[in-house]
C-alpha cells in the first residue's frame, strides 16, 4: 500500500521561493487546535504535542482502512486583537491556530476517535479541543523565509512591498508553515513560507 504525501502532490502549497509569488490555495481541511500566548510559552508547546497525538492516531485509524498517509507539515495562523499592532502586542497576548492538513479521507469520525484515544490511553486531556476544520485561503502571497522566526521582518516587507506594487491588501491572518523541524535543525538554517491571503 502506498502511502499518500500531501507534500508531494501538492508543491506549490509546501514549496515557495525567497521572492514573492502569487497562487490560489485550494480548500483544504486541517486537524486545528487554537489559544493565546507565546510560542516558546507551555500552552503553545502542549497544544502542538495534543495536536500530533491526534494527526497520528487519525493517521493509525486510515491505515487500518487502507489509507495510509504521510503527515505532513506544521502550520499556525497568528494574529493580534483588532486595533492592535502585532510587532507591539506582548507575546502573551498573540492569538494563534496551529494546523495539520488531512487528506480527504479524514472525516469527522476519524478525528472524534482518535481524541477519545488519545485522551484515555495517552492521558492528553487537551486533545479535546482538536477539531478537523475547512480552511480556504484562495488567491494568496507568499515568500520562503531562512533563519529564525524572530527574524521575519525582512519576508514579511517583501510580501507587503509586492502587496503595494499589485494593487493587494490583507485578507486574512499572517500564516506560516515550518518545512524545517526546530528540534532538529539550526536556527540560521530554518526554513518557513510566510504567507497572506489577498484580495
Same mark, same amino acid.
Not at 513560507?193 to 484580495?199: F, G, L, S, T, W
Given at each position: 500500500?502506498?502511502k499518500i504525501n500531501l507534500i508531494k502532490e501538492y508543491p506549490a502549497y509546501y ?12 480548500? %483544504? *481541511? ?28 487519525? #493517521? #493509525? ?53 482518535? $481524541? ?8 492528553? $486531556?487537551?486533545?479535546? @479541543? ?8 484562495? #488567491?494568496? $502571497?507568499? $515568500? ?21 506594487? *499589485?494593487?493587494? @491588501?490583507? *485578507? ?6 515550518? %518545512?524545517?523541524d526546530p528540534t532538529k535543525t539550526a536556527e540560521e538554517k530554518l526554513k518557513t ?7
Open positions: 500500500m502506498e514549496r515557495a521561493k525567497s521572492q514573492p509569488v502569487e497562487l490560489d490555495v485550494e480548500p %483544504i *481541511n486541517c486537524l486545528t487546535i487554537s489559544g493565546i500566548g507565546a510560542p516558546d510559552g507551555e500552552s503553545f508547546q502542549s497544544s502542538i504535542g495534543a495536536l500530533y497525538a491526534v494527526a497520528y492516531t487519525v #493517521k #493509525k485509524y486510515c491505515k487500518s482502512d487502507n489509507n495510509d498517509f504521510v503527515v505532513p507539515k506544521l502550520e499556525a495562523f497568528w494574529w493580534v486583537e483588532d486595533g492592535l499592532v502585532f510587532d507591539e502586542t506582548p507575546q502573551s497576548d498573540w492569538h494563534w491556530q496551529l494546523m495539520i492538513r488531512m487528506p480527504e479521507f479524514v472525516f469527522n469520525d476519524h478525528v472524534d476517535q482518535a $481524541v477519545e484515544e488519545v485522551i484515555q490511553k495517552k492521558k492528553v $486531556v487537551l486533545a479535546n @479541543e482538536v477539531q478537523l476544520k475547512p480552511i480556504h485561503e484562495g #488567491k494568496s $502571497v507568499q $515568500v520562503l523565509h531562512k533563519g529564525s522566526y524572530y527574524k521575519e521582518e525582512p519576508s514579511i516587507t517583501k510580501i507587503m512591498e509586492y502587496m503595494k506594487l *499589485n494593487g493587494l @491588501e490583507m *485578507n486574512g491572518h499572517h500564516h506560516e508553515i515550518y %518545512i524545517s513560507i510566510i504567507r497572506y491571503a489577498v484580495k
